[in-house]
């Protein structure tokens, strides 16, 4: 048996409102399935599934609001796993310390024998799902079940890392109204953006507090990537055209992949490499605020598909309909305020995040080459990255690739 | 269509992608994606849905000189007259 709980968007949330269950006792639920919408400061997200399994009970209402970590429905497991998967006793020992499931882990020794890297790997990544469903990771067994907030102090996930902050919620559920009131009433919207201020002020805050941030600048020429733009934009309908900043995002996404110190999370006094490259994009919200959802798997997509991709997050960051997975596995972020205009950001860390790029607006600036003075348009990308994880050196070769990589745009 | 019906069109569509700003108050001088504060996607969004209401195509080197509601609304119109209106190189790249 296993158990659906209330899960956590980041550090900063306490609580959430189950607004609608999209399932019911005996549905089978395979993985990625949405399974229930949920209201937090940050809005409504639908809930996509980790795991998969049989509904058994459901046990809260539609309109409770609950602590992150409260057991919400309990799943039956379709089949059990008996088989005892090959790993050393080394494995063995850093997978209880990590709650990892070894079953869960791929393993990369001899004869597929899961490693100790293979944990750690595993760690880190299910660390993310385990946010939107912690059921993945074992529940603590001494602890009684229910809506206990040591629940969201499980420090083995990045967003529960977080959320260990003395200054714990209340331990019971408050039940709050018949369901979601109707969007665009001024007393909940004001209510609402000022749930996500102080979302955004716990989260920055904390950062500040316990990242030790450094920050680099350089000016990326974006001639020939500008002229290849306007190219290809020239053979597509007006609705497939390509953004500049997809080029940048695929840029960072790429240059990751050598410098993957910059992708993952700092826990518990050590980095753990986020595996696969989520690149998060802070969008601003009309109503105020922000929302960072993750393109997932970013270097590995088509510019075309990142557009669309892109396009779609902004939508549904603006109009409602993230899910989960999507507003918990970013593994760095992009912030790209030179959409307004101002010409450098530098940005603040987004914890358990080590990094985040920003971009200031593309404006015609003189460069001197080769001696002679032109005018070219420029960008100013800059980093602002956790020195316990990586120094400045690192950091500088990270914002060279990157500016390598926008020379050659057709190769992106 | 009339520049009146242009320029109606053309704030139905802002409206659709910023609810929340007031269309009175709205400068048509003014730089339409700081007025309303529409990043790059939004502005996209903004230029797609006014081509499928307004049945026009705009070129992408176009996007510069579409930067306040009265340009908007004057290109709209010349088209009508006669045909596309010349490309600028000038102007905003994002």
Do not use: C
Not at chain 1, 51 to 68: A, C, F, M, N, T
Not at chain 1, 193 to 204: G, L, N, T
């Amino acid at each position: 048996m296993s158990e659906f709980r209330m899960p956590s968007l980041g550090a900063d949330m306490e609580y959430g409102t189950l607004v609608e269950w999209r399932m019911k006792p005996g549905d089978e639920i395979h993985r990625g399935a949405i399974i229930a919408l949920v209201e937090t400061q940050k809005g409504l997200f639908e809930v996509d599934s980790v795991v998969e399994g049989i509904v058994e009970r459901l046990l809260v209402d539609p309109g409770s609001r609950v602590p992150v970590g409260t057991v919400m429905a309990t799943l039956l497991q379709p089949v059990e796993k008996p088989h005892r998967p090959r790993a050393s006793p080394l494995a063995r020992r850093v997978a209880e310390e990590l709650h990892v499931d070894l079953a869960t882990v791929q393993g990369t020794g001899p004869e597929g024998a899961i490693t100790r890297d293979d944990v750690e790997a595993a760690a880190s990544q299910s660390g993310m799902a385990s946010a939107a469903e912690p059921t993945s990771l074992p529940a603590p067994k001494v602890k009684p079940p229910g809506p206990s907030p040591a629940l969201a102090l499980e420090p083995t996930t990045p967003s529960a890392a977080l959320a260990a902050e003395p200054s714990g919620p209340p331990a019971t559920p408050e039940p709050r109204g018949p369901g979601p009131a109707a969007a665009g009433e001024p007393a909940q919207s004001a209510e609402r953006a000022a749930a996500m201020r102080q979302a955004i002020a716990s989260a920055v805050a904390r950062s500040k507090r316990e990242i030790p941030h450094y920050y680099l600048a350089t000016d990326i020429v974006l001639e020939r990537a500008l002229a290849w733009l306007e190219a290809e934009n020239a053979k597509r309908a007006m609705a497939d055209r390509v953004l500049p900043a997809v080029l940048l995002t695929k840029a960072v996404a790429l240059a990751l992949t050598r410098y993957p110190d910059f992708n993952g999370y700092w826990i518990d006094g050590a980095f753990r490499p986020g595996g696969s490259i989520h690149v998060g994009l802070a969008v601003s919200l009309r109503t105020g605020g922000l929302i960072v959802p993750a393109v997932h798997d970013t270097d590995r997509k088509s510019i075309d598909e990142l557009m669309g991709e892109m396009r779609d997050l902004v939508r549904r960051a603006r109009e409602g309909g993230l899910r989960v997975s999507e507003m918990t596995d970013a593994t760095i972020t992009i912030t790209n305020l030179g959409d307004q205009g101002v010409e450098q950001v530098f940005g603040v860390i987004y914890p358990p995040q080590v990094a985040l790029v920003g971009f200031g607006s593309v404006t015609e600036r003189p460069r001197a080459e080769n001696g002679l003075l032109g005018v070219r348009p420029t960008v100013t990308a800059t980093l602002a990255a956790d020195h316990r994880a990586s120094d400045g050196h690192r950091g500088g070769l990270f914002l060279n690739e990157i500016n390598r990589l926008l020379q050659t745009p057709e190769r992106l | 269509m009339t520049e009146a019906e242009i320029r109606d069109a053309v704030l139905r569509v802002l409206h659709g992608i910023a609810p929340e700003i007031d269309l009175a108050t709205l400068e048509a001088t003014a730089n339409l994606r700081e007025e309303a504060d529409l990043d790059s996607f939004d502005f996209l969004n903004f230029v797609v849905r006014l081509g499928e209401a307004l049945h026009v195509e705009f070129a992408e080197t176009e996007f510069a000189r579409l930067t306040t509601i009265d340009q908007i609304v004057a290109n709209v119109a010349a088209r009508q007259k006669s045909g596309p209106a010349r490309p600028d190189r000038n102007g905003a790249l994002f």
